[in-house]
C-alpha cells in the first residue's frame, strides 16, 4: 500500500511563499508521475501541477504558471511545490497524487491511483 504525506502548509500573507513536501513510502517512487492538486472550499477539486517520473517534464494550470513550481527528488522519495507570489486565491487544502500507470510515456497522467490527506494553506491579505 502506497501512502503519501503532504507537509509544509500553513498560513502566509499575500505576496508570501509556501513550499509543500510530499512524501511517499514503497520502493517505486522514481517510477510514477505526480501530481498537485488542491480543494478550496465549496469548490471541486483543480489540477496545479504535474511532474513526470523523471522529472523533465512538468505541467501547469494557468492560474499557477510563473508562480508555482514543482520538483522531485528520488533518492528522498518526496515531491514540491514551491508556492511563490501567493494570493488570496490559492487558499485551499492541497493533496499530492501518484500516477496510476508504473513508467508511464503518458504526461500530464490520465488518472491517479494514491492521494495524500491534504495540508490546508491558508493566504491572508
Known amino acids: 500500500q502506497v501512502q503519501l504525506v503532504e507537509s509544509g502548509g500553513g498560513l502566509v500573507q499575500v505576496g508570501g511563499s509556501l513550499r509543500l513536501s510530499c512524501a511517499a513510502s514503497?520502493?517505486?517512487?522514481?517510477?510514477?508521475?505526480m501530481g498537485w492538486f488542491r480543494q478550496a472550499p465549496g469548490k471541486e477539486r483543480e489540477f496545479v501541477a504535474a511532474?513526470?517520473?523523471?522529472?523533465?517534464?512538468?505541467n501547469y494550470a494557468d492560474s499557477v504558471k510563473g508562480r508555482f513550481t514543482i520538483s522531485r527528488d528520488n533518492a528522498k522519495n518526496t515531491v514540491y511545490l514551491q508556492m511563490n507570489s501567493l494570493k488570496p486565491e490559492d487558499t485551499a487544502v492541497y493533496y499530492c497524487?501518484?500516477?496510476?500507470?508504473?513508467?508511464?510515456?503518458?504526461?500530464?497522467?490520465?488518472?491517479?491511483?494514491?492521494w495524500g490527506q491534504g495540508t490546508q494553506v491558508t493566504v491572508s491579505s
Open positions: 511532474i513526470s517520473w523523471s522529472g523533465d517534464n512538468t
Open positions: 514503497g520502493r517505486t517512487f522514481s517510477s510514477y508521475a
Open positions: 497524487a501518484r500516477d496510476r500507470v508504473y513508467g508511464s510515456r503518458w504526461f500530464p497522467p490520465r488518472e491517479y491511483s494514491y
